[in-house]
């Protein structure tokens, strides 16, 4: 929930990415620093003859600025140009190669930009550092694509083709860095109680044939124990005998006993499971799976791959919930090096499984800042001792809201458990909006100046989507075979990368700041950053005025192409020419 969201304070490409030629040049200059060859060089085995994948890939990474123009950035790669023409299949076998390791390259090449600012004094920024989750949707043109589902599109509010991405990317204090990202399908609404009494009913299944498995061996113990003490009683048939028979009978019938409740549960439960798939199945027939009619998903492109594959795991986790692969992520990220201060999502990725999961990882150290929605999600009042609802919370407390002149906010501070889980709740009121907002941390020593502060770096991400859209044709992909879409996505954030690092060592010297004062394009920036602000100010205003809630405002005007435009014009001549 960020107060002024100017994209040129997380902004990391604009400045770099107004045309092909300056893109071209600038990916050729800053290539060979993170070693894509050497990372590449385990997968040139899949290529028995013509170029290298290593080699292959690097062009792929300029291929979408190949042009008359920029063809001296192959030949400085030592590729000719009779390599490149007529050779297209080459470069499209690449990314439909299922057994290439897409992400293990873009996770290496993210270390490889840490390494490298870390390494130059000139480049580390200091402050706090997040790990932020959030997804984007990426329209296909058509039903062909694979995996393709019929998703709804938040900004245009319509049902489209397409996938939603999911991205996972770190904040170093000064940059967005691209670490792990899967694509998602969305199933749809229509089918989700048949999936939902398909999988109840499947787990039922599994649980009563584990169990009945575990009472046919204990009944066949039983059995023979029962089997031993007749024998003895046979051959010696004294009073203690008689009792270990006794014994040995009563409790073998017991088990006999549970065994035949079994047996009949499985019965009903196998039954009720086949009823389930029947019907569910009877919906793939009929019904529209994920939007999609049963003949619109057969005309969608189908390709074998090999079991243990990459692109089988890929495919896998399109179906699988994005929660679940947030987790994932997040797991692997930490594992590699990449420890934040904070994880930041907003409401729709809130819930317990990433509370629970951040008490265990690194014992607790990373803290969570989350937008929560505000429904019948109960929490334990620390104050009443009693579990409420998020909306009782907020009616109980509302009287008690206190009033941030700083951001002109209202806002109530509740310390609850989630779960048992403890939580600071910041509900946020902007403006004269009627609309409250909610804010979670467990971080329980922020003050809400400082929470909002944290949470603000969450548009960093949004930024990050925007410039990837516009500058770097992400989601582009023509290409019907899913390994393509995950290659192609993987490029356009490896040149994310590569841009980033590009950035930091051109306008963040190590002398730059010493001569901002006198600078005269400097003092031309910061008018216009004022002047930004000021109209940001302005749209608050007017917001208050007209009763609208400045927050949801915000969002929509950024998103809004023409409102981009005209803050773009704001920018100083000398500066669009430096970019153009």
Same mark, same amino acid.
């Given at each position: 929930?960020?107060?002024?969201?100017?994209?040129?304070?997380?902004?990391?490409?604009?400045?770099?990415?107004?045309?092909?030629?300056?893109?071209?040049?600038?990916?050729?200059?800053?290539?060979?620093?993170?070693?894509?060859?050497?990372?590449?060089?385990?997968?040139?085995?899949?290529?028995?003859?013509?170029?290298?994948?290593?080699?292959?890939?690097?062009?792929?990474?300029?291929?979408?600025?190949?042009?008359?123009?920029?063809?001296?950035?192959?030949?400085?790669?030592?590729?000719?140009?009779?390599?490149?023409?007529?050779?297209?299949?080459?470069?499209?076998?690449? &990314?439909?190669?299922?057994?290439?390791?897409?992400?293990?390259?873009?996770?290496?090449?993210? &270390?490889?930009?840490?390494?490298?600012?870390?390494?130059?004094?000139?480049?580390?920024?200091?402050?706090?550092?997040?790990?932020?989750?959030? =997804?984007?949707?990426?329209?296909?043109?058509?039903? %062909?694509?694979?995996?393709?589902?019929?998703?709804?599109?938040?900004?245009?509010?319509?049902?489209?083709?397409?996938?939603?991405?999911?991205?996972?990317?770190?904040?170093?204090?000064?940059?967005?860095?691209?670490?792990?990202?899967?694509?998602?399908?969305?199933?749809?609404?229509?089918?989700?109680?048949?999936?939902?009494?398909? &999988?109840?009913?499947?787990?039922?299944?599994? #649980?009563?044939?584990?169990?009945?498995?575990?009472?046919?061996?204990?009944?066949? %113990?039983?059995?023979?124990?029962?089997?031993?003490?007749?024998?003895?009683?046979?051959?010696?048939?004294?009073?203690?005998?008689?009792?270990?028979?006794?014994?040995?009978?009563?409790?073998?019938?017991?088990?006999?006993?549970?065994?035949?409740?079994?047996?009949?549960?499985?019965?009903?439960?196998?039954?009720?499971?086949?009823?389930?798939?029947?019907?569910?199945?009877?919906?793939?027939?009929?019904?529209?799976?994920?939007?999609?009619? #049963?003949?619109?998903?057969?005309?969608?492109?189908?390709?074998?791959?090999?079991?243990?594959?990459?692109?089988?795991?890929?495919?896998?986790?399109?179906?699988?919930?994005?929660?679940?692969?947030?987790?994932?992520?997040?797991?692997?990220?930490? &594992?590699?090096?990449?420890?934040?201060?904070?994880?930041?999502?907003?409401?729709?990725?809130?819930?317990?499984?990433?509370?629970?999961?951040?008490?265990?990882?690194?014992?607790?150290?990373?803290?969570?800042?989350?937008?929560? #929605?505000?429904?019948?999600?109960?929490?334990?009042?620390?104050?009443?001792?009693?579990?409420?609802?998020?909306?009782?919370?907020?009616?109980?407390?509302?009287?008690?809201?206190?009033?941030?002149?700083?951001?002109?906010?209202?806002?109530?501070?509740?310390?609850?458990?989630?779960?048992?889980?403890?939580?600071?709740?910041?509900?946020?009121?902007?403006?004269?909006?009627?609309?409250?907002?909610?804010?979670?941390?467990?971080?329980?020593?922020?003050?809400?100046?400082?929470?909002?502060?944290?949470?603000?770096?969450?548009?960093?991400?949004?930024?990050?989507? #925007?410039?990837?859209?516009?500058?770097?044709?992400?989601?582009?992909?023509?290409?019907?075979?899913?390994?393509?879409?995950?290659? =192609?996505?993987?490029?356009?954030?490896?040149?994310?990368?590569?841009?980033?690092?590009?950035?930091?060592?051109?306008?963040?010297?190590?002398?730059?700041?010493?001569?901002?004062?006198?600078?005269?394009?400097?003092?031309?920036?910061?008018?216009?950053?004022?002047?930004?602000?000021?109209?940001?100010?302005?749209?608050?205003?007017?917001?208050?005025?007209?009763?609208?809630?400045?927050?949801?405002?915000?969002?929509?005007?950024?998103?809004?192409?023409?409102?981009?435009?005209?803050?773009?014009?704001?920018?100083?001549?000398?500066?669009?020419?430096?970019?153009?």
């Amino acid at each position: 929930m960020q107060q002024h969201k100017s994209t040129n304070n997380f902004s990391e490409i604009e400045e770099f990415a107004k045309d092909s030629e300056t893109l071209t040049s600038t990916l050729s200059e800053v290539m060979d620093k993170f070693h894509l060859e050497k990372h590449l060089a385990p997968f040139d085995g899949l290529k028995s003859k013509g170029l290298a994948i290593s080699s292959i890939v690097c062009i792929l990474t300029l291929l979408p600025f190949y042009g008359i123009s920029s063809i001296y950035a192959f030949i400085k790669r030592g590729i000719k140009e009779s390599d490149i023409q007529g050779k297209k299949d080459v470069y499209y076998d690449v &990314k439909n190669n299922e057994q290439i390791d897409w992400r293990r390259l873009l996770m290496l090449h993210a &270390k490889r930009l840490q390494y490298l600012l870390l390494k130059n004094d000139s480049t580390i920024i200091k402050g706090k550092k997040a790990i932020i989750f959030d =997804d984007t949707f990426l329209e296909k043109t058509g039903i %062909k694509t694979e995996k393709v589902s019929r998703t709804f599109d938040h900004v245009s509010g319509f049902h489209l083709f397409g996938f939603k991405l999911l991205v996972c990317g770190f904040w170093d204090g000064g940059s967005f860095i691209p670490l792990d990202f899967s694509f998602h399908r969305e199933r749809g609404a229509a089918n989700e109680g048949l999936i939902k009494a398909f &999988k109840k009913a499947s787990k039922a299944v599994k #649980k009563l044939t584990k169990d009945f498995e575990k009472h046919v061996c204990l009944l066949s %113990k039983k059995e023979n124990a029962l089997k031993l003490a007749t024998e003895k009683y046979a051959l010696n048939a004294i009073k203690t005998n008689k009792i270990k028979l006794d014994k040995a009978q009563e409790s073998k019938d017991k088990v006999s006993k549970e065994h035949t409740i079994l047996v009949h549960d499985l019965a009903v439960k196998r039954k009720e499971f086949d009823a389930a798939k029947k019907k569910l199945k009877q919906f793939y027939r009929q019904g529209k799976l994920f939007g999609l009619t #049963k003949k619109e998903r057969d005309q969608q492109f189908k390709k074998v791959v090999a079991n243990g594959s990459y692109g089988q795991t890929r495919r896998r986790e399109a179906d699988k919930s994005k929660i679940d692969m947030m987790i994932d992520m997040l797991k692997r990220s930490v &594992k590699h090096g990449f420890i934040p201060d904070y994880v930041l999502i907003d409401s729709w990725f809130f819930c317990f499984e990433i509370l629970d999961t951040l008490s265990k990882l690194k014992n607790g150290a990373i803290k969570l800042v989350s937008m929560v #929605k505000i429904n019948n999600q109960i929490f334990f009042d620390c104050k009443t001792n009693k579990e409420l609802g998020i909306k009782t919370i907020l009616y109980r407390y509302e009287k008690e809201s206190k009033t941030c002149k700083k951001l002109k906010a209202k806002y109530i501070k509740v310390t609850c458990k989630y779960k048992g889980i403890r939580v600071n709740l910041f509900f946020v009121k902007m403006g004269r909006s009627s609309n409250w907002h909610l804010l979670l941390t467990t971080n329980l020593n922020l003050s809400f100046i400082e929470v909002m502060e944290v949470y603000q770096i969450r548009w960093s991400i949004e930024v990050f989507f #925007k410039e990837c859209k516009q500058y770097l044709n992400l989601g582009k992909c023509k290409s019907s075979c899913f390994e393509a879409q995950i290659a =192609d996505t993987t490029v356009t954030l490896m040149q994310h990368i590569m841009l980033s690092y590009y950035k930091r060592i051109t306008c963040q010297q190590s002398f730059g700041g010493l001569f901002a004062g006198i600078s005269k394009e400097m003092v031309e920036l910061d008018l216009v950053s004022r002047i930004i602000d000021l109209v940001w100010e302005l749209i608050a205003v007017i917001c208050e005025i007209a009763g609208i809630d400045f927050i949801e405002f915000q969002e929509q005007l950024i998103k809004n192409e023409k409102a981009t435009a005209i803050f773009i014009r704001m920018l100083p001549e000398r500066v669009l020419d430096k970019s153009a």
